[in-house]
C-alpha cells in the first residue's frame, strides 16, 4: 500500500487545480491511499473541495492563526510533525510547491523528485531535466520516504466524486516567527488563470510595447483566454512577471495556445509543448516557433491579431 | 566581518542544445561548453552590489563538483568575488548532500545571508536553497525579484505565481535569485588577471564530514518526443478556419 500525502495549495477559500492534479499524479501509484493536508487558518471549505476529490481517501486540517499566508518556515514543520505514515509526500510544482516541498524533504532528511511526470511503481518515477530537453526515469529506494513536486502540465485534474473523511490534527509543532508575510500584490483576476485556462494567448517581445499587449486582451477576452508573456517581453517590461510562460517561469498545458510575435527560444517552448494545439503568428518566417506550431502564419501582428478578433466575434467562438 | 556565502554551479551553458546519447546512459558532454549557473551568476551580481553599497565586507564564492568547477569560480572571482571555496566531488552531489555542503561551510563562515540561484539549468531540481533553509533551522526567501537589508533582517520581494509577495525575515537567512533581481555585470580583462591571485581554497567532502550517497539513482535518459510541424496558413481567415475544423473554437 503507497501511502501518500498532497500538501493543498489554496488561497484560503479555494482549492487550487493543481492540487487535484497532483492527486491524478499519484492515483498513478498502485494501491495509493492518498490524503490530503490542508493548512489554513480556517480549512474547513477548502477541506471540503479536497473531500469531493475523487480518488481522495482522508484530508487532514491543519488550523493555525500562523497559516494566513502560506510561508514554508511556518507550514513545513507542520506537515513533518504528520508525514510519519507516508511513503510519498508531494506538492504542484508551482511557486508555493517549490518553495515548500524542498524545505519538507530536508526536515525530514529525504530526497526529492522535482517536476514529476509520472510516478510508475513506489520507487520510479520520470522527470525532466534541461528544460524538458530529456527526459529521465529515476529510481528510489525501496522503503525509503520520498518527497516531490509534481509537474502540473502533465496530468488532468482530478474530477469530482469523492467524499474522503475530514480529520482535524492539532498543530502542537514551535512555529518559527523569523519568517514575516508583508504582502501580496497580485495581477488582474478579471481573466481566466495562467497555469488552468484551457486557452492562452502569449505575446512577445515583436509587441514592441506594454500598450501594444491590448491587442492580445481584445483577442484574449473574445476567446475566453488567458494572457502570458515570453520572457523577453516580461524583461523588456511589456508584461507583468507573473505572465511569463517558459522554463523559469509558468509551465502549461492548455488546449489551444497562440503565440504572437514570439520567436520561440528554447526555454519558451518548454513551458508550452504540452499544449494540444499550438498556433504561432510572426514575421519572420524562419522563427523557430514554427517548428512546433500546429498552425503557423507569417506575417504582421498588427494587422493580423485584430483581424482575428473581428473574425471570431463574427463567429462567437 | 559581513560575509555572503554565493553558490556557483558549473553546468552546461544556456546556450548548449542538448543532446541524449542513443544509448540512453546520459547527455552528450564531450566538447560542450560549460558555464556558471545563469541565477548562480545574478547570485553572486546581488552580493557585489550588496557589498558596493558597503552592506558587507566580503563575498565568498563556492563550488561543489569536479576540478574544472574551479574554471567558474575563476570567472565567480573575476566578476569581484573576494575568495573562493571549492568543493570537490568526482560524484554527483544530490541536493540535499549540496545543502549539507553548504551548513559545515556556514559554521565555519558565519555568514549573514547564503545567496544561491532558484534552479540550476541541468537538473531543474530548484530544492538545494530550501534544503540549506531547513537544516540551517533559517528563514528562506526564494524567487527574489529585490532584497533590501536592513539592520538585522532583510525585506524580499518574492516572483510567485500570483504576483510579488513581500517577506520580512531575520538574517542570517537564504536567498535564492529570480530572473529580475538584476543583470549580471561583464567580466574585464584586467580582473581577470587578478582573479589569478585571488585565494582559492580546496576541501572534499570528506573533510567535510559529508558523503555525498546518491539516493535517487538515474536509470535511463530519454530525448522528448518531438512535436511534429505543422502546416502555413496564409491569413486570419483560414487559420481562423482550421481551428475550427480541428475543433479548438466553435
Known sequence: MNQVLIVAEHDGSTLNSATAKCVTCARG????AITIAVCAVDASRVAAQAAALSGVTRVLK???????????????????????EFSHVLGPSTTFGKDLMPRIAALLNCAQASNIMALTDA????????????????ESQPGAKLVGTVRTASFEAAGPGGSAAIDAAAVDVALPTHTRFVSLSAGKT????????????????ALGSAA??????ALADELGAAVGASRAAVDAGYAANDMQVGQTGKIIAPELYIAIGISGAIQHLTGIKDARTIVAINKDAEAPIFEIADFGLVGDLFQIVPELQRLMKKAGA | MKRI?????????ANVRIRVKPDGSGVEMDGVKMAINPFDEIALEEALRIKERGMAD?????????????????????????RALHVRSDVGVEPLAAAQVFLKLIAREQPLLVILGKQAID?????????????WNRPQATFASKIELADGTARVTREVDAGLETIEIDLPAVVTTDLRLNEPRYVKLPDIMKAKKKPLDMLTLAELGVEARAQLKIVRFEPPSQRQKGVLVKDAAELVGALRKRGVIS
Open chain 2, 123 to 135: 537538473d531543474d531540481n530548484s530544492q538545494t536553497g530550501p534544503m540549506l533553509a531547513a537544516l
Open chain 1, 29 to 32: 501509484l498502485p494501491d495509493a
Open chain 1, 62 to 84: 491543519l488550523e493555525h492563526p500562523a497559516n494566513a499566508h502560506p510561508l514554508a518556515a511556518l507550514l513545513a514543520p507542520q506537515i513533518v510533525a504528520v508525514a510519519s
Open chain 1, 123 to 138: 520507487t520510479h518515477l520520470r522527470r525532466p531535466i534541461y528544460a524538458g530537453n530529456a527526459l529521465i526515469t529515476v
Open chain 1, 212 to 217: 501594444n499587449f491590448k491587442i492580445l486582451y
Open chain 2, 5 to 13: 556565502l554565493v553558490g556557483i554551479k558549473r553546468v552546461v551553458d
Open chain 2, 58 to 82: 566580503e563575498v565568498v564564492v563556492v563550488s561543489i563538483g569536479v576540478v574544472e568547477a574551479q574554471q567558474q569560480l575563476r570567472t565567480a572571482l573575476a566578476m569581484g568575488a573576494d
Open chain 1, 190 to 205: 478579471d481573466r481566466p488563470d495562467l497555469q488552468s485556462a484551457t486557452r492562452v494567448i502569449s505575446g512577445g517581445r
